[in-house]
């Protein structure tokens, strides 16, 4: 549901859901950044899954007080496979710029030596690097399409270390972007109630995220969390919990 609906049904201000999307953002912004940690995370998957904020890229020179960021907008997703937890994420551009603080953050989460496979696409090998070393074993997944646009096959390529090539996947963070798409107003395709501001785009994620984590139960899980099967929580957390534990109340 958008933020226009939304304010109609539960009989209060716009203003006041907004306020309560970015309070709430920032929180679990700051909830994910101090309680996911030392994740013993043995195999990574990672994708980049796009949206736009107040105008699609074709508009935007022509969009009347169009933001900073107006255009296209990709989150940088990187999703432990074994738990199903959202490990970090990033949204911004589909470069170096974004790429970098994203693979940085990873190392900074995780600890050991990790297994990380990503599509074929961007500069990943560069930033796999510039991030772990020769720390961690990577492949890179790089699928094939026909002259149609039809997905024929897949190309799995060992980058560094020494990766298990049966582990060589993204099929676990690409189904994480369909629920995504599924939950988020904003994901969903040919959207009408796509991001108008940056700031209010980056607390939904957050919120999301930290929802995602702690709270929603998962069915390969057998109804944990993912926090839960990573053992950064003793249980699954109730939305009230969870605010609380973001507010600090």
């Known amino acids: 549901m958008g933020c226009g609906p939304l304010p109609r049904l539960m009989r209060v201000s716009p203003v006041t859901v907004l306020k309560l999307i970015r309070d709430a953002g920032n929180a679990a912004a700051d909830f994910h950044h101090e309680a996911v940690r030392g994740v013993p995370s043995a195999n990574i998957q990672c994708d980049e899954l796009w949206a736009y904020l107040y105008a699609k890229d074709k508009r935007v020179k022509d969009a ?12 940088w997703t990187a999703l432990d496979t074994d738990s199903h937890l959202i490990v970090t994420w990033l949204c911004g551009r589909r470069d170096m710029v974004t790429g970098l603080p994203f693979m940085e953050d990873l190392r900074f989460r995780v600890k050991g030596r990790p297994q990380i496979t990503t599509d074929g696409g961007l500069s990943y090998p560069d ?32 980058v560094s270390g020494n990766p298990d090539m049966a582990r060589c996947s993204t099929s676990l963070v690409e189904r994480h972007n369909l629920a995504m798409r599924s939950h988020l107003r904003r994901y969903t395709r040919r959207t009408n109630a796509h991001s108008k501001r940056w700031e209010l785009h980056i607390a939904s994620l957050a919120f999301w995220f930290a929802y995602y984590n702690w709270v ?29 534990y973001c507010l600090k109340l």
């Not at 998962?218 to 609380?244: C, D, I, K, N, W």
């Open 64 to 75: 009347q007080a169009a933001p900073p960021h107006a255009g296209s907008i990709w989150t």
């Open 127 to 158: 930033l796999v690097d510039a991030a772990f070393g020769a720390d961690v074993d990577y492949s890179m997944l790089v699928k094939r399409y026909d002259n149609r646009g039809q997905y024929v096959g897949a190309d799995r390529f060992a």
């Open 216 to 244: 929603r139960p998962h069915e390969t899980l057998r109804g944990s969390s993912p926090a839960q099967a990573a053992g950064l929580a003793t249980r699954r957390y109730t939305m009230a919990e969870l605010f609380r």
